[in-house]
């Protein structure tokens, strides 16, 4: 399994898991990030937070947050952003 | 017309003594226009304090309507009610405890699913809910078409469109509150189900719970919250119950650790199957107006531009509108003073004439010339918030404030404390939680304000000719340096707690309004002379009796300069002699009076300190004057913000400590290499 670091921008992954304390799943889940979400890399840099999008909003999450959310790919094409 | 009582006690007093007001709280998600709709409501009829025994700001309002009086509380913005944070306990406790008459939710139209998201919490509290569905301006500006009739049939509960900062919907929603609390609307409201996988452990730690669930808690609902992981009312049930029952529920909740993943996930397809009908979203392929600026403010390189135009526009406005008068206030106010002092209280003995004029109407001035700076700099933070593009900027610059363990919305306060270190300690109230809200007020006082540099500017160039600039950037350097190494500091081994996850929602772009931005300039202005302004105000006169008595304001021979005589040794240390010493004391009441002070001491400063002071005891006294303690303002603000007089007197006594070391060392090193 893939996590969001691993999607290009314009990828999008199908929520497969969640990692880490209960307070981050907590607050991940209540954002919309629950398993079988669609999630689109919008930007993802080799350093800094990565933007995503998911339900209709664009949340930025840090590399370390975004390692915890584990994907599986939907699509390689490319989404416009 | 029947106009609503002063706004002295708090709604829960009135119910306990029968409530003779209709209590109605505001709740929503951040970024949904919660504060808007509020001040629409409430217009000036407002009070702003604190939540009880918290750092949290708390509105509450009135409005009236056909002669009946309403109470508006605004509740903390949250994205779910687990007690995550200070924000969701307060909101969920507010609306246990108090029951209000009627509980409205704020939703954004354009992302309505994950603001409905709150409803499914909200609505398993023992209070009526309505909806007001927010922003329908915005959600059309991004192709989204929803269908208000179909959306209150599908939820049961009334809903009402509004796009609050074009003032739309605002009578609506009052003429829907009021109907609602005369019985006058139907209200059935459907609710999420949880999952059958969990419903048995669900029943199970309900009869585990019995009646052990402590007032205003109710039983179903804490077995659920304990399921969904709630540490709060995890650790309150451990007190509550025996231990043997407890070990019981504990079994239950480890072996179904995962079940907020199910039972957020069973809301949110409750959520779809409401919305299904009622929102049509853009066709595939069309970009929204937030995706086309986000191409260039969210990119690495030309987003880092973008924010470096918008911050030269601010410091521009800071220098150009605010220092002149700021400068402008000084002297017409420092006239007036001198002008009392010296007309009417020529009669009265010449240390009343000084108190008066010097020392309460010197303070009082000092407290006003703030003014220009923070209403500059409120109206830009508002603004900015607004739009949505502050969530902008705390995304580019988050890879650089990692390494002090904040976040990329630290960076706007810090930054802006260039221009004054008081509004950059107010500014970290936009920051969501009180570790990294502490830790910028506490690095706040690092950055080199604008008072502080016009001294250095001024000393460097005295001092050190052509190479004054270099000097001047180095000190900069220095200090920033220092931020961040404190920063580190703190972060690592001092402030208790980990560093919060990096969780930002980025909110769809809207022009913003007015009314909030000047509502929330006006009450962080208020704020500053009202509670910070009392403390100036007492320091002021303080200090100035201090460097007037006992010699009748011969600055040498008061008390201050007797201080600095005292701490001679010290400054031969840095080979500073003792007037040098008081000009810097003189600092903590604004860090221009060094120059006034140096001014008084040496009746020919210009010549005079040059000759005076070493080259390697002038670098020391620059620095000092960069590092000391910063002005009673700031000081006052930082005890303000942080709440806490323990981690004021840290931050002084941190600042204390670097001067005397830092300038020491620079002093010894430089007298070392034949500069002193």
């Not at chain 2, 909200?122 to 959600?139: E, F, K, R």
């Not at chain 2, 804490?222 to 007190?239: F, N, P, S, T, Y």
């Not at chain 2, 008390?559 to 004391?585: F, K, N, S, T």
């Not at chain 2, 020391?620 to 006052?636: D, E, N, R, S």
Request: with cysteine.
């Amino acid at each position: 399994m893939l996590t969001l670091l691993n999607l290009e921008p314009g990828q999008t992954g199908l929520i497969r898991e969640l990692h880490g304390g209960r307070g981050l799943v907590g607050r991940l889940a209540a954002l919309g990030f629950t398993l079988g979400a669609p999630v689109t890399v919008v930007r993802n840099h080799n350093k800094g937070p990565i933007i995503v999008s998911l339900r209709g909003t664009q949340v930025a999450l840090g590399r370390g947050e975004a390692e915890h959310v584990l994907v599986t790919l939907l699509t390689g094409a490319t989404e416009a952003h | 017309m029947y106009t609503c009582p002063a706004l002295k006690d708090t709604p829960a007093m009135r119910k306990s003594s029968g409530r003779d007001q209709w209590v109605i709280a505001l709740a929503g998600q951040p970024n949904v226009g919660k504060s808007t709709v509020f001040n629409l409501l409430t217009g000036l009829n407002q009070h702003v304090g604190n939540w009880p025994g918290k750092t949290i700001e708390q509105k509450i309002g009135t409005f009236t309507r056909d002669g009946e009086c309403y109470t508006l509380v605004d509740l903390p913005g949250t994205y779910s009610l687990t007690a995550n944070s200070e924000e969701e306990r307060i909101t969920r406790d507010y609306i246990l405890r108090e029951r209000p008459d009627l509980v409205i939710a704020v939703v954004d139209a354009a992302v309505l699913e994950r603001n409905l998201y709150l409803l499914t919490e909200l609505l398993l509290l023992p209070a009526p809910v309505i909806l007001a569905l927010n922003m329908m301006d915005v959600a059309a500006q991004e192709g989204i078409q929803v269908e208000p009739k179909v959306l209150e049939a599908a939820l049961g509960l009334p809903v009402v469109p509004m796009s609050a900062s074009k003032n739309v919907g605002v009578r609506e929603l009052v003429e829907t509150v009021t109907r609602f609390i005369a019985g006058d609307l139907p209200y059935a409201p459907h609710t999420p189900t949880i999952l059958p996988n969990h419903q048995a452990v669900l029943e199970e730690i309900h009869r585990l719970l019995g009646d052990h669930t402590p007032h205003p808690y109710p039983a179903e609902w804490v077995a659920l919250k304990l399921l969904e992981g709630d540490e709060e009312l995890h650790r309150i049930m451990q007190a509550q119950l025996p231990p043997q029952d407890w070990e019981a529920v504990h079994a239950q909740l480890y072996a179904h650790e995962d079940a907020i993943l199910d039972i957020a996930g069973a809301r949110y397809e409750w959520i779809t199957r409401m919305v299904r009908a009622a929102v049509i979203r853009p066709r595939v392929g069309q970009v929204g107006l937030t995706s086309r600026l986000d191409r260039v403010l969210t990119h690495p390189a030309w987003g880092t531009l973008a924010l470096l135009g918008i911050l030269g526009v601010v410091f521009w406005l800071t220098y150009t509108v605010g220092a002149p008068l700021q400068e402008w206030l000084d002297t017409v106010l420092g006239d007036f003073a001198a002008w009392v002092g010296a007309t009417l209280l020529s009669t009265a003995p010449a240390w009343l004439a000084a108190l008066v004029s010097d020392g309460i109407l010197g303070g009082a001035v000092m407290v006003m010339t703030f003014v220009p700076i923070l209403v500059i700099f409120f109206a830009v933070l508002g603004f900015l918030e607004d739009t949505g593009y502050l969530a902008r900027a705390a995304y580019i610059t988050d890879r650089f404030m990692h390494l002090l363990g904040l976040h990329g919305k630290s960076f706007m306060p810090l930054l802006l404390g260039f221009g004054c270190n008081v509004p950059a300690i107010m500014g970290a109230r936009i920051i969501e939680t009180r570790r990294a809200r502490l830790l910028t007020s506490l690095l706040a006082p690092f950055v080199p304000c604008a008072g502080r540099m016009v001294v250095v500017t001024l000393l460097a160039g005295l001092f050190f000719g052509r190479a004054a600039t270099l000097v001047a950037l180095g000190l900069v350097g220095l200090n920033l340096l220092l931020l961040a190494g404190f920063g580190i500091v703190l972060n690592r081994l001092l402030l208790p707690g980990e560093p919060a996850a990096f969780i930002m929602e980025l909110p769809l772009y809207h022009l913003p309004n007015p009314r909030t931005i000047g509502l929330y300039v006006w009450r962080n202005v208020i704020a500053f002379i009202q509670k910070a302004g009392t403390i100036i105000l007492v320091a002021a006169v303080v200090i100035w009796a201090l460097s007037y008595f006992p010699a009748d304001g011969d600055i040498a021979a008061s008390y201050l300069g007797q201080v600095g005589q005292a701490l001679e040794p010290v400054g031969r240390w840095m080979g500073l002699p003792w007037p040098v010493l008081i000009a810097l004391l003189t600092s903590f009441v604004a860090k221009e009076n060094t120059l006034a002070a140096l001014g008084v001491l040496y009746a020919d400063m210009l010549h005079e300190l040059p000759l005076l002071l070493s080259p390697a005891a002038a670098l020391a006294f620059i620095v000092a004057q960069m590092l000391f303690i910063p002005c009673v303002a700031t000081v006052a603000t930082l005890k303000q913000e942080t709440g806490s007089w323990k981690w004021t007197l840290f931050s002084l006594a941190v600042m204390t400590a670097l001067t005397l070391i830092i300038g020491v060392a620079i002093y010894q090193l430089g007298a070392l290499v034949g500069l002193g």
